[in-house]
């Protein structure tokens, strides 16, 4: 079965594909994908501290900094009450993984309302990529408080476009709410209040009784978070993924320099179909002006760069630079050329620009793994982002095979891999 299912007949056809790639989610989870490579271990480690909750519940959560996770204990302690019943795990991993379907569900409903008059299949088509993403099929398998705090986001994200699209305020309220969701699930998706509050300031005006309400509800939602992390100390963010890093080395902003580079080039790698497929267009690329600013850019990042291969991540050009030649040259030529891409892709709208930079500093850990941004981007890319798109071109001359095996050959990769390292 291909794609083509979406080209030839109705919308049905494109649900029954939709269907499809559900059964092989199925069989992954019988079969245990875990195609990011981690994603099991991360499991393990996790459902031991699942198991501590759902008998030494209040221990637990005030000695939570102590084992050695940065995940959020949110999605744990809601897994415990699984344990305490004594439930299999295959089941709880089986309600996780339906759980997850929610990602896919928001996003759809946020391509409803951002793009209302285009035709039901080519979104459907931009769907089933998400069912492509090693991430969402291993974080699926394998709970991950990742998947559900990007679903949570994503939701946020439909309420703000149908604010955007009416400027209701209640619009407005329920985005502050599932964002904050979010980010107690995933505590990264927190700074993306830095952007919504300030599409809200914009319309409502700073001293505005509406505005004013919208941060007085980001207050008391963080409370919590904050209370937790800062006045009980139990500080689990500053828990490092690396492989090998000592815990007295720095792991908050060790390297902004690195998170740029490495940010840039995995934006990239999820640009590349849409901009050689010409979906994206591309604003004045060698403008010289672009140019000198992208290697200006670079250069400094290039100077100051110092990510250590050793410690794993760092994201798909950097890895095959070092895997292959044992050096950083392939990954910097792709850095160069990734800023001058973006670059001329973003420049024409400043939200674009408070995005990328939120996104840099949405991972301000050393390590920074390919996995933080699949699939985010593609959802960001679609729904936040302001670029011009030309979804038509989907599907002229099938350019929506070209897509679906660029991110099919993807997820192959990344199950080959994990194959051969474990």
């Not at 391509?111 to 991430?135: A, Y």
Request: proline content about 3%; glycine content about 2%; hydrophobic content about 55%.
């Amino acid at each position: 079965m291909s794609p083509i299912f979406f080209y030839n007949n109705s919308s049905r056809n494109g649900v029954i594909f939709l269907f499809f790639l559900y059964l092989t989610l199925i069989i992954s989870f019988v079969l245990g994908e875990n195609s990011t490579g981690g994603a099991i271990k991360d499991y393990i480690n996790q459902k031991n501290i699942s198991q501590k909750f759902s008998y030494e519940f209040f221990q637990t959560l005030y000695e939570y900094d102590s084992f050695g996770t940065r995940h959020s204990p949110v999605l744990i302690i809601f897994l415990s009450l699984f344990e305490k019943i004594k439930l299999p795990d295959v089941f709880i991993r089986l309600i996780h993984l339906h759980l997850s379907l929610l990602l896919p569900f928001f996003f759809y409903k946020c391509l409803t309302v951002k793009f209302k008059d285009i035709d039901e299949k080519i979104l459907l088509f931009l769907l089933s990529l998400i069912f492509l993403s090693p991430t969402f099929r291993s974080l699926a398998i394998w709970p991950d408080s990742r998947l559900l705090g990007l679903a949570f986001f994503t939701l946020s994200i439909y309420f703000f476009l149908k604010f955007e699209d009416n400027k209701n305020i209640k619009f407005a309220i329920y985005n502050v709410i599932t964002l904050a969701l979010s980010a107690y699930l995933s505590p990264n998706f927190s700074v993306f209040s830095i952007f919504f509050l300030i599409k809200f300031f914009l319309y409502y005006g700073f001293f505005s009784k509406k505005f004013l309400y919208l941060v007085v509800i980001n207050f008391f939602l963080a409370i919590p978070a904050f209370y937790y992390i800062f006045i009980l100390d139990i500080n689990f963010l500053l828990q490092s993924a690396a492989i090998g890093i000592s815990g007295n080395e720095k792991i908050i902003f060790n390297n902004l320099f690195n998170d740029i580079l490495i940010t840039f080039s995995i934006i990239f790698f999820y640009l590349i179909p849409f901009i050689f497929l010409k979906i994206f267009k591309l604003n004045n690329f060698l403008n010289i002006k672009n140019i000198l600013v992208s290697i200006i850019i670079f250069l400094i990042c290039l100077i100051n760069f110092d990510y250590n291969y050793s410690y794993s991540g760092g994201g798909i050009f950097f890895k095959v630079s070092n895997y292959f030649f044992n050096n950083n040259y392939l990954f910097y030529f792709i850095s160069f050329f990734s800023i001058l891409v973006c670059f001329s892709l973003i420049t024409k709208n400043y939200y674009n620009i408070l995005l990328l930079i939120i996104i840099i500093l949405n991972n301000p850990q050393y390590t920074i793994y390919h996995k933080y941004f699949d699939p985010f981007l593609i959802i960001a890319f679609f729904t936040i982002f302001i670029f011009k798109v030309n979804l038509n071109e989907i599907f002229y001359a099938k350019k929506y095979y070209v897509i679906f095996c660029y991110f099919l050959f993807f997820l192959i990769i990344s199950n080959i891999k994990s194959i051969l390292i474990t």
